[in-house]
């Protein structure tokens, strides 16, 4: 519980996003976390999008990253937020995260990064996704192996999400 306060229904909100409801207790953030990787010109993308407790959109970034990067650090963007769920649909990546046990090989440099970030934080939980619903993060990911640099953005959304969060909101 927050603040070591127990919750009322004054907690939570619903919130209406394409897929029905989500009950969302009110304050939490929530990051949607995804990675890609393309073999032959040895680059990598991580996507992230931020929204508030009503699913708003707040930020969004897209790291361009090469295998010795530690970009999954842009979880970071979230840093400034202190009660938080991080999606990802990645269920080894979520499980490591979850677990402080040793961790797959594989995984290394995005668990170790974001086991550091996430210690600075008051809450936060990890949450397993299906790729349908970590669709924006995925979009940006893979963005990002195309562009030249990386990008964030704030208050206003890119245009390459548009459509998704707009199938998101369910207008």
Not at 7 to 23: T, V, Y
Not at 119 to 130: G, Q
Request: glycine fraction near 8%; charged fraction near 20%; proline fraction near 3%.
């Amino acid at each position: 519980s927050p603040g070591g306060r127990s919750l009322s229904e004054s907690d939570f909100q619903l919130s209406s996003r394409g897929q029905g409801f989500n009950l969302l207790l009110c304050g939490v953030t929530k990051v949607n976390v995804d990675g890609a990787w393309n073999e032959s010109s040895n680059l990598g993308g991580v996507g992230v999008i931020v929204r508030n407790d009503s699913g708003d959109f707040i930020a969004v970034t897209s790291v361009r990253i090469t295998h010795d990067d530690q970009g999954w650090s842009v979880i970071g963007a979230a840093k400034g937020f202190q009660n938080f769920i991080l999606e990802c649909d990645s269920l080894k990546i979520v499980a490591a995260l979850r677990d402080s046990s040793p961790f797959p090989f594989n995984v290394r440099i995005v668990v170790k990064d974001s086991r550091e970030l996430m210690a600075s934080i008051t809450e936060v939980s990890y949450t397993h996704v299906r790729r349908q619903a970590n669709g924006i993060a995925h979009r940006l990911a893979r963005a990002a192996i195309r562009s030249e640099s990386s990008r964030c953005w704030f208050k206003e959304p890119p245009d390459l999400i548009l459509d998704l969060l707009i199938k998101e909101s369910g207008l």
